[in-house]
């Protein structure tokens, strides 16, 4: 089965920087989309954004448009969400995820998405 692990989380200042990763294992990474979510105790996961599985098309939560950058290297079946201008407000446990279709251009639902990762805890101070 597909395992997805991110990293990278942690403390930073308002106003920071912070680089997540997800590396996947189990199936045929370079063919399906890529998203990431987040979740606080107590609301619904949230959408942040999407990679189509060829990296050519991209789409992001208004929340972090243009702040925030999602990426993706199929050489090494990892993806990557560049944090930038960090807010309090990011606060919340961060997840991978990947697409449950072949040839996959992202998608905000949740739904559609198979498989998960455990998550990576990002708090920004101040």
């Known amino acids: 089965q597909v395992q997805l692990v991110e990293s990278g989380g942690g403390l930073v200042q308002a106003g920071g920087s912070l680089r997540l990763s997800c590396a996947a294992s189990g199936r045929t990474f370079s063919i399906y989309a890529m998203g990431w979510f987040r979740q606080v105790p107590g609301k619904e996961r949230e959408f942040v954004a999407a990679i189509s599985w060829n990296g050519r098309s991209t789409d992001y939560a208004d929340s972090v448009k243009g702040r925030f950058t999602i990426s993706r290297d199929n050489a090494k079946n990892t993806v990557y969400l560049q944090m930038n201008s960090l807010k309090p407000e990011d606060t919340a446990v961060y997840y991978c995820?990947?697409?449950?279709?072949?040839?996959?251009?992202?998608?905000?639902?949740?739904?559609?998405?198979?498989?998960w990762g455990q998550g990576t805890q990002v708090t920004v101070s101040s």
């Open positions: 995820a990947e697409g449950n279709s072949i040839g996959g251009l992202g998608s905000r639902k949740g739904h559609e998405y198979d498989y």
